[in-house]
């Protein structure tokens, strides 16, 4: 086979209309266009770092869906496997501006999107088995039940090909029929997954646990190669069959935005890891992207490139 990935992964894409003053969204006059999706988020971060990746997606034949089209070409992003569909309409999102650190306050009107309609039809095995990683997110499988299947049937594919996993659960509460349907639904797709990548508070609401050694114990034992808890501030836990540990967060000047950390943190844990790197190293590399996208306005804007990242770890290199 001629064509190759190092990562696919699939999702929604949404237009970001981001405030440019705080306070209530209903009081803001003044917006600025973005883009938003977890999966995307961690795809435009990856493809900042050199590596090939593919997306799979929906989008409506309207502007905001040629937004997303061209933001995929610009971030060298393939679009193998994302269709236009003229049925349904491209989703959207409004977040607004916080000056003191806090979780902005958003908006979706997503519901019925072009990507709401993602199924098993989206798949194609010479694509998806090109790629030799999958990175999936508990938003994709949220959005309809047509997609929770597909989120599935790539997992189960994938890992039947001996082809690695990640998943982050990034939980939207509001997207599923009941909070029992997401615990059970993420819960198994976690147990297909190599590496599972959790906030401390979604542990806590997947698991039951509260401490982030039993978090990752738990997702041990139901299969996951290694478990890394997102801590915050705190930095991160890591743990395998032979080790754990700390790692201490990357220092910020100031919090400026905090919608997409997360998926900052999984761009650089894949990263390391599909280089080859130990997980430790993985880790602090998370850390450092997940700082530097709290210090920007916008979910991506704040990942880095290969030159910038090479040079923040020279730095930060012990001497």
Not at 38 to 63: E, H, T
Not at 66 to 90: F, H, M, Q, W
Request: with cysteine; aromatic share 8%.
């Amino acid at each position: 086979m001629s064509f190759s990935l190092d990562v696919l992964t699939y999702g929604e894409a949404m237009a970001l209309f981001v405030a440019d003053e705080p306070g209530p969204l209903a009081q803001v006059n003044r917006f600025t266009k973005r883009i938003a999706g977890a999966d995307l988020n961690v795809a435009i971060g990856l493809a900042r770092l050199g590596f090939k990746v593919g997306w799979m997606s929906r989008v409506g034949d309207d502007s905001f869906g040629r937004y997303v089209l061209d933001t995929l070409a610009k971030e060298g992003i393939d679009a193998g496997r994302v269709s236009v569909d003229g049925r349904y309409p491209t989703g959207f999102q409004l977040k607004s501006k916080q000056d003191d650190g806090r979780d902005p306050a958003v908006e979706y009107f997503r519901r019925g999107s072009a990507a709401s309609h993602l199924s098993i039809d989206d798949y194609s095995p010479e694509y998806a088995l090109a790629a030799r990683h999958l990175h999936l997110t508990g938003v994709a499988p949220a959005i309809s039940a047509s997609s929770h299947e597909l989120a599935f049937h790539l997992a189960r594919e994938m890992r039947e090909a001996g082809k690695s996993i990640s998943f982050d659960p990034n939980l939207r509460p509001t997207l599923w029929p009941s909070r029992e349907a997401m615990v059970t639904s993420l819960n198994r797709l976690a147990t297909l997954a190599d590496w599972v990548l959790p906030g401390l508070e979604e542990g806590t609401v997947l698991t039951g646990f509260t401490k982030p050694e039993d978090i990752a114990a738990c997702y041990l034992d139901a299969g996951a190669r290694g478990v890394v808890v997102k801590l915050g501030a705190r930095g991160a836990y890591y743990r395998t069959a032979e080790y754990s540990g700390y790692a201490a967060a990357a220092p910020v000047a100031q919090v400026v935005d905090t919608v997409g950390a997360g998926d900052g943190f999984a761009v650089g844990v894949i990263s390391a890891l599909l280089e080859g790197r130990a997980l430790p190293e993985a880790v602090a590399r998370g850390n450092r992207i997940g700082a530097l996208a709290v210090q920007v306005i916008g979910d991506s804007e704040g990942f880095p490139t290969r030159g910038e990242l090479d040079r923040i770890e020279r730095i930060a290199a012990p001497a």
